[in-house]
């Protein structure tokens, strides 16, 4: 609250305090002339009026709210907080702190959290056979709460961190195969992926399927924990400037040449004269991220070009458009939102649902060719 609100509302109570207590105190000395009869002589509508003194029960009620009004100030931060902080306390983090709102709040969430933290440790670690990473989780907290206080983090402290996540992951594996762990993870999944990854994890047009084994930033434990842990941003390029809305045209052309059914079936026949061209273009631009062959590299997060899983469409347009505007998917940070048990759990979640069968098979198939498909289109029926 402002220093304005917070006197603006002091001087208000005060006034209300002041006010009733003269109200009190002038009737409590008032003392009207009575007649014979014990009334004052006040008649309305043949209702005669006494004068008796106020009942007890009424007057204990009144004094002790006064009583109980004053208390309230002198426990909670309710007199020009900036300068009385009350004498109520909270715990937070093992410390005791004064009590606000916002104090009381982080309190609560920090105690439900501990019992969260107990259970997960006691039943669901222990019950996966992973009870190894409660050591791990703990060092874990203590570098990201280094990382967090330090305004010049120690420059190795950020890969530090990566290795200790990186050993969470054969406990990933783990938990992935627990089914209490599993139920766990899937109700936090719906409670905070599926607004964006669809309540069965397959994703929509810029959000990516979650089911399948096509990975932009990689489907092991440890990539999906750094996913989760720091959050992803897709970073392709605009190229409309850069290589004019002829290179747009031709490089989409040679991307859909790449992708099994040209990218999609209402594509038609592609243009070879385009693919013919795009293929240097695509060599000179995009190999950078999406390498050589087309495949991507999940290490620029840049998807595979030669399947047919696309993020945001395959249309012909679709692709100009991510090519002439670039394109920007977030996947938010979760660290401090979730914390590291629930990202473990929800994690597992995530790596149980991935279609890891998929990963064998796909590595079997021979690499799809970088020589344009156009040049026989026959191959490629438009169905
Ligand atoms: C606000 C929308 C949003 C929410 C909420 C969200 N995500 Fe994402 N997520 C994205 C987007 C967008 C991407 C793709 C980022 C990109 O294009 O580079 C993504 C990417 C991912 C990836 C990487 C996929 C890959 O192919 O490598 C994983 C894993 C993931 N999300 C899991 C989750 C989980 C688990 C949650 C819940 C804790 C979650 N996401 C919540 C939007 C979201
Ligand atoms: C700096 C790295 C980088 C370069 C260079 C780059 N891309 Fe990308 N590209 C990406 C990333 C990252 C994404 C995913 C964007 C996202 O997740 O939001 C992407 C996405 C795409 C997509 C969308 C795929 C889908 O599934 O919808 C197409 C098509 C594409 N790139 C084609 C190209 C072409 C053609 C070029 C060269 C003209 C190129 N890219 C150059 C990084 C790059």
Known sequence: MTFFWSTWITVLSFMCWAGILGVLLMVLKYKPEV???????????????YDKPLPKWWLVIFFGSIIWGIAYWIFFPA??????????????DGKTVPWTSHNELNSDLESNNKVFTDNFEKSILANADASGATKTLASLAEMQATMRRSESPPADLQTQIDEK??????????????????????????????????????????????????WLYGGEATNLLTTLHKGRVGGMPAWRDQIGEDGVRAASEYVLSLSTNNGDKNNGELDKNLVAQGGPIFQQNCALCHDKDGKGMIS?????????????GGE????????????????P??????????????VAYVYSLSDRGAQTANA????NTTAPKAAAPAATPAT
């Open 165 to 214: 996540t990186a050993e969470l992951a054969p406990y990933i594996e783990k938990l992935a195969e627990n089914p209490n762990a599993l139920k766990v993870g899937s109700r936090l999944f719906l409670q905070n992926c599926s607004v964006c990854h669809g309540s069965n994890a397959k994703g929509a047009t810029g959000y990516p399927n979650l089911t399948d084994n096509d």
């Open 300 to 312: 620029a997060g840049a998807p595979n070009l030669t399947d047919n899983i696309w993020l945001y």
């Open 35 to 49: 007649e014979e009869d014990g009334t004052t002589g006040h008649d309305y509508d043949g209702i005669r009026e």
């Open 79 to 92: 007199v020009f907080p900036k300068h009385w902080d009350g004498i109520a306390t909270v715990e937070i």
């Open 333 to 346: 940070e979760w660290e401090t939102k979730l914390g590291n048990e629930r990202i473990m759990l929800v």
């Open 364 to 367: 079997s198939i021979p690499a």
């Open 316 to 331: 012909r347009e679709t692709v100009r458009n991510t090519l002439r505007y670039g394109r920007a998917g977030v996947m």
